[in-house]
């Protein structure tokens, strides 16, 4: 058992290193108090007799839907009728759906400055009675909501081509889903190229398992920015949660919570354009209602690919099977590579590593608590490819309880210049198990 300090490595560290390290925890520190949740808009009480009538609303059974759950009663044609006629208006409208099942046959395409509200989840839902359609389809769409509705999918996956989702938007500019239901479907809601799209509150329960690579999420952002993800809950989800890609920045995705899922909470992965200055933060998963030896998920958090000046606070991440927070870089991969990514104030309780660094530079870890883990917070790299190293990354100000191996544990000679610094903690195994090249360390 080893002591939880030793002495200095008599190495030196440029302060140039030292001054762009901090310098990314000061840029993220700053960019944490960026964007904001929308508040909610006030709702109408639902279930009155009249709210339909009340102006500017339209109710979708005045048009004809029977909203009987019968298959044999498509209700699509009715509730696009009800939408066309709130489109009208200069300022948009409401399309109210009562109490009931509204079962469709094709698509719903939104319109701008129209918004849809049910009586609540559970109570209005709209369900396809047919496979492979979005239930609610936006393109070029702007200032539309979608609010206290359920969506509920065929439950089968079609051949060929898959598009199954709840809501799917493209090139869209402030939509809002809030506070809605998303069950049995192959995909909750895909967000592609659009900006400040909004979603809030929401659930998602049982997606639909496919092997597609943009299927089966509950949440997914290919592209765009300035949105918001807040808040929603997550449950028995086969693959990640909430999964962003292709560039998507300048978003929040704060306090959402995961239970009984396979794959992650968080995913942002991408080859080829940076995903940068995203705030992930506040976020959980949790190990409640779990039997023993079952796990909450694989990973909590991962960032895979070309991810630059992320932040990533204040998650907590419980009974993961293999890491609460991974940074993943591609070993083919010189530049396109997790990179100048803070990680800080993060709690991680009961996985095998709390943070992993996996070919990833300039990154800093500082302020998290690890504990009952097998190593707290590890670096190393990935094949023998020019990709496979792991440069100029700081750990500093990290409490790390009772890791089995180690509190900090640096693989490989490819992992260099890395500053370790300030840790405290009891319990561990070794403090530093150092294998790395050019190690800057003072203390634990």
């Not at 009208?88 to 009562?98: A, C, D, E, L, M």
């Not at 609540?120 to 979608?146: D, E, F, H, W, Y």
């Not at 051949?159 to 809030?178: I, P, S, T």
């Not at 099977?321 to 993060?346: F, Q, V, W, Y």
Request: aromatic share 6%.
């Amino acid at each position: 058992m080893s002591t939880e300090s030793e002495s200095p490595r008599e190495k030196t560290w440029s302060r140039r290193k030292l001054i762009a390290a901090m310098g990314t925890t000061a840029a993220g520190l700053m960019l944490g108090g960026g964007l904001k949740s929308a508040a909610a808009a006030p709702v109408s009480p639902p279930g009155q007799p009249s709210f339909g009538n009340a102006p500017g609303w339209v109710n979708v059974k005045d048009y004809g839907a029977k909203g009987n759950g019968f298959a044999h009663e498509n209700d699509a044609s009715a509730i696009r009728a009800a939408m066309e006629v709130a489109g009208r208006g200069r300022f948009g409208g409401t399309v109210y759906f009562p109490a009931g099942t509204y079962m469709i046959d094709s698509s719903l395409v939104l319109l701008s400055k129209v918004r849809l509200v049910g009586d609540g989840i559970g109570a209005s839902t709209i369900k396809s009675i047919r496979s492979g359609i979005p239930l609610l389809l936006g393109n070029q769409v702007k200032m539309a909501t979608i609010e206290h509705l359920s969506l509920e999918g065929h439950g089968l996956v079609p051949g060929g081509e898959l598009v199954e989702r709840g809501v799917d938007l493209k090139d869209c500019e402030q939509v809002v889903v809030r506070n809605c239901s998303f069950y049995w479907i192959v995909n909750g809601i895909g967000v592609r190229t659009s900006r400040g799209v909004t979603i809030e509150h929401c659930s998602f329960d049982t997606m639909v398992p496919v092997e597609a690579a943009s299927q089966g999420y509950g949440i997914f952002l290919e592209g765009g920015e300035r949105h918001i993800v807040a808040n929603n809950r997550f449950t028995q989800l086969d693959k990640p949660c909430i999964y962003i890609t292709a560039g998507s920045s300048y978003s929040s995705i704060v306090n959402n919570v995961a239970s009984s899922c396979k794959a992650s909470l968080i995913t942002v992965s991408s080859p080829i354009q940076p995903c940068s200055r995203l705030r992930i933060e506040g976020n959980q998963v949790t190990a409640a209602g779990l039997s023993k030896g079952d796990t909450s998920c694989r990973q909590g958090i991962v960032l895979r690919g070309y991810c630059t000046d992320n932040v990533i606070a204040g998650n907590m991440v419980a009974r993961a099977a293999e890491a609460g927070i991974a940074l993943e870089g591609d070993a083919a991969a010189k530049t396109e590579r997790p990179t100048g990514n803070l990680i800080t104030g993060n709690q991680i309780v009961d996985c095998p590593a709390g943070v992993t660094l996996v070919n990833s530079d300039a990154n800093t870890v500082t302020g998290n608590d690890v504990r009952r883990a097998k190593t707290g917070i590890s670096l190393s790299v990935l094949g023998e490819k020019d990709g496979s190293f792991c440069l100029d990354n700081v750990v500093t100000g990290n409490a790390l309880f009772r890791c089995s191996e180690a509190g900090i544990r640096i693989a490989s000679k490819r992992c260099q210049s890395t500053g370790v610094f300030g840790n405290g903690g009891s319990g561990n195994g070794e403090a530093v198990a150092d294998s790395g090249q050019d190690t800057v360390r003072s203390g634990f």
